[in-house]
């Protein structure tokens, strides 16, 4: 198993600052999304996405609501020849205090319970916000902060506790660090920008 952990919102699809992606008509794709998850689909990775959904635990949305924007944008990816492995969720609110919630490290303790463990240190978590960085290095993982969502520049990072080792514009480049840093050969024979929105 190679897993590559990713935040959905802001990395994956369009983050929106003090609101909730409620349903599908919400949901927008960052345009390099299909070519980055298409690089690391081709280059053999196994994509997991760990994201909090405190909307759900507020009564914004429902769980219901959550798995149809889940399996819409599955499908969605799956037409591009992009397979996600595996989701997780938190869906509580940060006075729940639950163990899930990032920058908590509960989604990725209950992957490992259900896959198995894996090579942390050769691993990424890739996010937009300072949780991510922070649930990616308290995992023991490699990180990398995408400018695409709610971190829009390097110059916030100053501040952080946890600091990523990577700042990308966003996941294309975020994957092609990966990859890279990985030192497996691409074995696509598709050129990922055939695939966009
Ligand atoms: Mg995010
Ligand atoms: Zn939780």
Known sequence: MRPVFLDRDGVISIFTPDDYVKNWDEFKFIPAAFAGLRKL?????????????????????????LQSITQNMLARLKKCGIDIYRVYYCTHRKEDNCACRKPKTGMIEQFISENGEFERERTFFVGD?????????????????????????????????????????DIEKAAEIII?????????????????E
Do not use: Y
């Open 41 to 65: 689909t081709e280059n053999g990775f196994d994509i997991v996405i760990v994201s909090n959904q405190a909307g759900v635990g507020r009564g914004l949305f429902s769980s219901e609501d």
């Open 129 to 169: 916000a300072d949780i991510d960085i922070e649930t990616g290095i308290k995992s023991g993982m490699r990180t990398i902060l995408v400018l695409s969502g709610k971190t829009k520049s390097i110059d916030e990072i100053h501040s952080w506790n946890f600091r990523p080792e990577f700042v990308a514009e």
């Open 180 to 196: 890279r840093e990985s030192k497996r050969g691409t074995h696509g024979k598709k050129d990922p920008r055939d695939c966009v």
